[in-house]
């Protein structure tokens, strides 16, 4: 079998990490032969759809071919529809997409301040509208032309139910990546000077949907010894949300305990996930979380606000997360406290069970599986013009 793979977006960023691996993991199955292609998109709508259409007729020879799609992956607003048209359009062999990022309809919504005046609800309708209508409408063209579309958690696919088309949706986790054994945890801590200190580590890019500004005001709160690290550099647009966060903790007078550490390399992070006393998952809501993941892979403590994603995982792996709630800073503070007293250094046997049933082999297994099923169907994709 032939499957093809389209790589956008930067290397480094977790949705082209996620296709990669899972091509790199489908390439070691015995019988199986890669075509792989990067589409670059420049943000004109026209040299973007040629691009496409490039990188489509390049898949074409697979059997089967694997896209991922998130809401800014193709572009910005209707920006994003006429690359994603015209790869749709011109790619012969069906199609599979992954859908990233699959969040509530309105997830802010509790949060949110809700205008008073008439105007003020019609200036937030239409700028909900302006936000949503791009997504759906792509998210509507790949049910009408895919083959299948894959999300990653039961939750994520109940959210997707009112598309015209939902029954082509499968739900196959998001894998834990392998990963070397840590360095040892004492030699860690000393390296990054933490040795006295309780760590307590958040990680990966920094957007406000993660949490971070909760987290700082729960941050006088926590235990004196405690060090929370930030462990990533802001996501692109978001640098100013975390220089307020930052103002914060030390107007609080807590920013002693606030280290961020900016953009993290894999020897950087080994250290930081062996040094960690305690992962803090504080994501208001969520999608499939490749941070997660990868604590997962480190067998450290979580502590997660109580989504439904948690207990997906707690049915596979029972007692494998500590949850907060309400979603309030003195919640949280004493969750943390908790799992900190609970915390023994050593890893959770509870994750074991979860690296390996998810691991990336047995995930990328679950992918090659659907591939054929719909290789065997015979024809081209359905739906589009090719």
């Known amino acids: 079998m032939k499957v093809g793979y389209l790589h956008l977006g930067e290397r480094r960023h977790g949705v082209n990490r996620y296709g990669r691996l899972l091509a790199e993991a489908a390439g070691t199955f015995p019988g199986v032969a890669l075509v792989e292609e990067d589409l670059a ?35 910005e607003g209707f920006g994003q529809l006429a690359p994603l048209r015209a790869f749709t359009d011109y790619c012969a062999a069906p199609l599979v997409a992954t859908l990233h990022d699959v969040y509530p309809r309105d997830p802010w919504r509790a949060w949110r301040k809700q205008p008073k005046s008439l105007g003020g609800k019609i200036g937030k309708w239409l700028k909900d509208v302006g936000r949503r209508l791009p997504a759906n409408r792509a998210v509507s063209l790949l049910f009408e032309r895919c083959a299948a579309l894959l999300v990653c958690f039961e939750a994520e696919r109940e959210r997707l139910l009112g598309y015209h088309g939902h029954e082509k949706l499968r739900v196959i986790g998001h894998f834990v990546e392998p990963r070397a054994d840590l360095p040892d945890r004492g030699a860690a801590r000393r390296v990054l000077g933490v040795e006295a200190r309780r ?19 729960a941050l006088p709160l926590l235990p004196p010894d405690a060090l929370l690290v930030f462990a990533g550099a802001p996501s692109p647009g978001n640098e100013r949300a975390l220089d307020k966060w930052v103002r914060r903790a030390r107007k609080s007078g807590a920013s002693e305990r606030l280290l961020v550490t900016g953009y993290v390399d894999e020897e950087t992070l080994s250290l930081w996930l062996a040094a960690t006393d305690l992962a803090l998952c504080p994501f208001r809501f969520f999608s499939a979380s490749g941070s997660l993941a990868t604590w997962i892979s480190s067998g450290r403590p979580i502590l997660c606000h109580a989504l439904p994603q948690v207990e997906e995982y707690r049915r596979v792996a029972e007692g494998a997360f500590a949850t907060f709630s309400p979603y309030t800073p003195e919640a949280l503070a004493r969750a943390v406290a908790d799992a900190l007293e609970r915390a023994s250094g050593l890893p959770d ?9 998810f691991a990336l082999p047995a995930v990328a297994a679950e992918h090659l599986a659907l591939f054929r099923e719909i290789a065997g169907r015979g024809g081209t994709r359905a739906g589009g013009g090719a």
Do not use: C, M
Request: aromatic share 8%; glycine share 6%; net charge positive.
């Open 349 to 357: 046997p509870a994750f074991l069970t979860l690296k390996e049933r």
């Open 41 to 75: 998109l420049s943000g004109s709508a026209r040299e973007d759809a040629r691009a496409a259409r490039r990188a489509a007729e390049a898949l074409s020879k697979a059997d089967v071919v694997h896209l991922q799609y998130n809401r800014t992956l193709w572009g």
């Open 199 to 217: 760590v307590v580590t958040v990680l990966g890019f920094i957007p406000p949907r993660k949490g971070y500004d909760l987290v700082v005001d």
